[in-house]
C-alpha cells in the first residue's frame, strides 16, 4: 500500500513546469532590479557626487583666501569630478559685474569675476565658485542659495566696510572630467582703494548672468549689509547705510586669480 500511495504522489511532479517557474522568478527579479533598482543607484550615486561636488567647491574657495589674503603664491588641489564637469569660465567671457558709486563718483566700473562651475549629468542643481562665494543654483526653478560667503565685513568700532572683489581668468576656457587638478596663482598684486564716503552711503549695482543667474543668493547675501533699492530681474541696485560718526570709509580691494589648468 506503500508503494502505490508513492506512486500516486508523484503523478502531478513535472521538472519543465517547475523550471519554467524558477526561471520566470528569476527573470521576474532582474526586471524589477533594472526598472527599479538601478535608476535608484544611479540617483544616489549622482546625489553622492553632487555633495561631494559642495565640499570640492569649499577646498577651492579655501584655495582662493589663501591666495587672496595670506599672499600665498601657488595652491594645487587635486580632486575627483564626477557625474559631471568643472568648467572655468573667464571674467571677460560672462556678462555678471558688480559696480560700485559713491554718488556720482564711481568706485569700481563693472568688475567682472568669471565662474568656476560644476555642472552635473544627472543632477538638478549647478554650483560655482563666483567672486569668493560658493552658490548652488536649481536648473528647474529659477532659484539660487549661498553654500558658503565671500570675505566682506564690516566694523563698527572704525565704521569702515571692507570689499573683496576676485576674479578668474585663464589664457583659454578650460573644463575637465574625472580626475583633475586645479593649479591656481595670484598674477600681480590687488588693487586698493580707502575712500571716505561724501556721504554715509555708497550704492552697489548687481547684474547677473541670465544664462547662470545666481541673482537670490547674492541678493540675500549683499542684503545682511545693505536696503535693497530697486531694480529689476536684469539689473539690481543696494544702497549701503553707513553712520556718520567716525567717518564712513570704503576698502575695495580687487584679486585677479589666474587658473593654469584644471
Given at each position: 500500500?506503500?508503494?502505490?500511495?508513492?506512486?500516486?504522489?508523484?503523478?502531478?511532479?513535472?521538472?519543465?513546469?517547475?523550471?519554467?517557474?524558477?526561471?520566470?522568478?528569476?527573470?521576474?527579479?532582474?526586471?524589477?532590479?533594472?526598472?527599479?533598482?538601478?535608476?535608484?543607484?544611479?540617483?544616489?550615486?549622482t546625489n553622492a557626487d553632487q555633495k561631494i561636488m559642495e565640499k570640492n567647491m569649499i577646498v577651492?574657495?579655501?584655495?582662493?583666501k589663501s591666495l587672496a589674503y595670506k599672499t600665498v603664491p601657488f595652491k594645487e588641489t587635486s580632486?575627483?569630478?564626477?557625474?559631471?564637469?568643472?568648467?572655468?569660465?573667464?571674467?571677460?567671457?560672462?556678462?555678471?559685474?558688480?559696480?560700485?558709486?559713491?554718488?556720482?563718483?564711481?568706485?569700481?566700473?563693472?568688475?567682472?569675476?568669471?565662474?568656476?562651475?560644476?555642472?552635473?549629468?544627472?543632477?538638478?542643481?549647478?554650483?560655482?565658485?563666483?567672486?569668493?562665494?560658493?552658490?548652488?543654483?536649481?536648473?528647474?526653478?529659477?532659484?539660487?542659495?549661498?553654500?558658503?560667503?565671500?570675505?566682506?565685513?564690516?566694523?563698527?568700532?572704525?565704521?569702515?566696510?571692507?570689499?573683496?572683489?576676485?576674479?578668474?581668468?585663464?589664457?583659454?576656457?578650460?573644463?575637465?572630467?574625472?580626475?583633475?587638478?586645479?593649479?591656481?596663482?595670484?598674477?600681480?598684486?590687488?588693487?586698493?582703494?580707502?575712500t571716505t564716503l561724501g556721504s554715509n552711503t555708497f550704492e552697489l549695482q548687481y547684474t547677473p548672468?541670465?544664462?547662470?543667474?545666481?541673482?537670490?543668493?547674492?541678493?540675500?547675501?549683499?542684503?545682511?549689509?545693505?536696503?535693497?533699492?530697486?531694480?529689476?530681474?536684469?539689473?539690481?541696485?543696494?544702497?549701503?547705510?553707513?553712520?556718520?560718526?567716525?567717518?564712513?570709509?570704503?576698502?575695495?580691494?580687487?584679486?585677479?586669480?589666474?587658473?593654469?589648468?584644471?
Amino acid at each position: 500500500m506503500r508503494k502505490a500511495g508513492n506512486r500516486m504522489n508523484a503523478h502531478g511532479v513535472s521538472e519543465a513546469i517547475g523550471f519554467l517557474l524558477i526561471f520566470t522568478l528569476v527573470i521576474v527579479g532582474i526586471g524589477l532590479v533594472t526598472l527599479y533598482g538601478y535608476p535608484m543607484l544611479l540617483e544616489q550615486q549622482t546625489n553622492a557626487d553632487q555633495k561631494i561636488m559642495e565640499k570640492n567647491m569649499i577646498v577651492l574657495q579655501n584655495d582662493v583666501k589663501s591666495l587672496a589674503y595670506k599672499t600665498v603664491p601657488f595652491k594645487e588641489t587635486s580632486l575627483k569630478i564626477g557625474s559631471g564637469a568643472l568648467i572655468l569660465e573667464n571674467a571677460s567671457h560672462t556678462p555678471v559685474s558688480i559696480k560700485i558709486t559713491d554718488g556720482a563718483i564711481p568706485l569700481v566700473n563693472a568688475f567682472q569675476s568669471g565662474d568656476l562651475r560644476y555642472e552635473s549629468v544627472g543632477a538638478q542643481s549647478v554650483i560655482s565658485l563666483q567672486n569668493g562665494a560658493v552658490v548652488e543654483r536649481s536648473t528647474i526653478v529659477n532659484e539660487s542659495v549661498m553654500i558658503a560667503q565671500p570675505r566682506w565685513f564690516y566694523d563698527a568700532y572704525t565704521n569702515t566696510m571692507v570689499v573683496n572683489l576676485i576674479s578668474f581668468n585663464s589664457s583659454e576656457s578650460l573644463s575637465r572630467a574625472g580626475i583633475g587638478t586645479v593649479q591656481m596663482e595670484m598674477r600681480g598684486p590687488p588693487r586698493y582703494t580707502s575712500t571716505t564716503l561724501g556721504s554715509n552711503t555708497f550704492e552697489l549695482q548687481y547684474t547677473p548672468d541670465p544664462a547662470q543667474d545666481y541673482d537670490t543668493a547674492w541678493d540675500n547675501y549683499f542684503l545682511q549689509f545693505a536696503d535693497h533699492n530697486g531694480g529689476t530681474s536684469t539689473t539690481r541696485y543696494y544702497k549701503f547705510r553707513m553712520p556718520d560718526d567716525p567717518d564712513p570709509t570704503l576698502v575695495i580691494k580687487e584679486y585677479d586669480v589666474y587658473i593654469n589648468s584644471l
